[in-house]
């Protein structure tokens, strides 16, 4: 989990990745995958679905064509609160963009 954590970092540190290197790793798709998962060891510790959802966030605003990140992420915090709902779900709905839905089964835990 430590080289996981160690791979994250250093995908947070890169201070721009460009459309085609998104694109052709299909990095973004990993991200909404762990996003999914129900439970990943150590999560408490390393914070592996903020630090997903934080990323894939930045990169929704660069696969969008140049929106700024701080516009992208006041966006995605706006439909949150609007929809009344906290917790975000990544739908993996179109390959290029980040959807953000209220999952629902999760509100009520």
């Excluded at 990095?27 to 934080?54: G, H, M, Q």
């Excluded at 975000?88 to 839905?101: G, I, N, S, T």
Aim: aromatic share 4%.
């Amino acid at each position: 989990m430590e080289l996981m954590s160690d791979c994250l970092y250093k995908l947070e540190k890169l201070p721009h990745l460009e459309k085609k290197t998104i694109r052709a790793t299909k990095i973004n798709k990993v991200l909404k995958l762990i996003l999914r998962l129900d439970k990943i060891p150590r999560e408490d510790e390393f914070k592996f679905k903020s630090r997903s959802k934080d990323l894939l966030e930045r990169w929704n605003a660069i696969l969008e064509g140049g929106k700024p990140v701080k516009d992208a992420m006041v966006e995605a915090s706006n439909a949150a609160n609007n929809s009344g709902e906290s917790q975000l779900e990544a739908m993996d709905e179109d390959e290029d963009k980040l959807f953000l839905k209220p999952k629902t089964s999760e509100i009520s835990k």
